[in-house]
């Protein structure tokens, strides 16, 4: 259910007896840019780490141990052409503790404290701290070269969308790191907090009325409300981009992208989802079982969808001087999807797989709540359960063979050794 609670802020308040805890989640949105990710994924580190309430990391974790073992999480990510910091609480249900029936209360005042009034003053915050999380930062940055198939993925998006904001991360990029102080960083923070779109999204076995008066309490302020804009239509390329790097590495490491048709809930849909588990989704999809199993030249191969920004990607883990067969043979199974060289068994074994998952992701509250959010910035009636089956299961083979045809290579980027010619 969705209240409008200020200009700009709005909760969504899904009562729910399926889950123990209440899960919390305050989301500050705004238009994606790689510097702008980067400042608020450490202003996010920032608030997690502590407050002015709880000024180290060790008085946060006893609050939280005193909320019966409540937990903290943060997120920075990119949402097509929007930006989200989520701050999130889950907290047990005070239904199943017993004589305390203020929790939950006390769960949201927790989260109020660590949000709205951060370790920091005259308009700075504490340098100790700020020096601290900017150097872990950066160290997170400088460790994610150590994952070769995550940083073959980031080096084709770079190649992908070079030149657009969209070529950075999620959580931004460490060459913006340098130039950010307390104080600018104090700026963004106060620039996150005070005009970003704030959504604020409870789950869980609560009383609409009781969070409503929570959420009164607070001094939420108006602020102009941000379109909800979040497909990212990206220019294609009249011919493929190929690009390598050489490292010390054992595995090569050769991704492709391609410009899709399939967007979230768009015509394409759910012709994509079955596309893509009949290509490189699962087990029995083309790229598994031809390329990794049959031929045995990758020791992985798959594929998958940004339903967000019109890219899918294929990831392969292969011996380097194998590059061209490769190259060679995932091509040939997007040729025989196109063709419609798959079978009926196999489109109903993906139908299936695919149900599975969804009513598998309602299990879990953060997957759900997720999925919802997806759901809030972009569909104005969301689809039942009854209604999402009914649509993956009208899926004809015809609809899966135009998918495929509309499936165009952009890019190619190859992660090999340093020994290796191309």
Not at 386 to 405: D, R, S, Y
């Amino acid at each position: 259910m969705e209240y409008k609670l200020k200009q700009g802020v709005t909760a969504y308040i899904e009562p729910s007896d399926k889950y123990k805890t209440v899960l919390i989640q305050y989301k500050f949105r705004t238009s994606f840019g790689g510097k702008t990710a980067t400042e608020r994924s450490l202003v996010k580190n920032m608030l997690e780490t502590n407050s002015k309430q709880y000024p180290s990391q060790n008085e946060m974790d006893l609050k939280m141990a005193s909320l019966y073992g409540a937990t903290l999480h943060t997120q920075s990510q990119r949402f097509g052409k929007q930006h989200v910091v989520t701050l999130s609480l889950s907290v047990v249900n005070d239904k199943f503790i017993g004589g305390d029936d203020t929790l939950l209360e006390e769960a949201f005042a927790f989260l109020e404290e660590i949000i709205f009034r951060p370790n920091a003053e005259d308009g700075k915050f504490h340098e100790k701290t700020f020096l601290r999380e900017k150097e872990n930062l950066n160290n997170y940055f400088e460790s994610l070269i150590e994952d070769k198939s995550a940083y073959a993925r980031t080096r084709l998006n770079q190649v992908l969308f070079e030149g657009t904001d969209q070529a950075y991360q999620g959580i931004g990029d460490a060459g913006f790191l340098e130039d950010i102080t307390s104080s600018s960083l104090f700026e963004c923070y106060e620039e996150m907090i005070g005009s970003n779109q704030l959504d604020i999204l409870v789950s869980g076995d609560v009383a609409p009325k009781r969070i409503l008066n929570i959420l009164a309490a607070q001094k939420l302020s108006d602020r102009k409300e941000t379109e909800k804009e979040v497909f990212y239509l990206r220019a294609k390329n009249t011919e493929p981009v190929t690009s390598s790097e050489a490292q010390d590495i054992n595995q090569g490491k050769l991704f492709f992208g391609f410009s899709s048709p399939v967007y979230y809930m768009n015509d394409h849909y759910f012709a994509g989802l079955v596309f893509d588990g009949l290509f490189g989704g699962f087990p029995h999809s083309k790229l598994f079982q031809n390329v990794r199993e049959k031929e045995s030249l990758a020791y992985s191969a798959s594929s998958g969808l940004d339903f967000l920004r019109g890219v899918m990607t294929v990831g392969t883990g292969i011996e380097f001087d194998k590059r061209e067969q490769v190259e060679k043979i995932v091509l040939a199974q997007l040729q025989d999807m196109q063709a419609g060289d798959f079978s009926d068994a196999l489109i109903a074994q993906t139908k299936s797989m695919l149900i599975n998952h969804y009513k598998q992701n309602d299990d879990y509250q953060g997957r759900s709540l997720a999925k919802q959010y997806q759901d809030i910035l972009i569909i104005e009636n969301p689809l039942s359960q009854e209604q999402w089956i009914a649509g993956l299961n009208a899926v004809t083979k015809e609809q899966i063979v135009a998918v495929a045809e509309k499936m165009t290579l952009q890019a190619i980027f190859f992660l090999k050794g340093e020994a290796t010619d191309e």
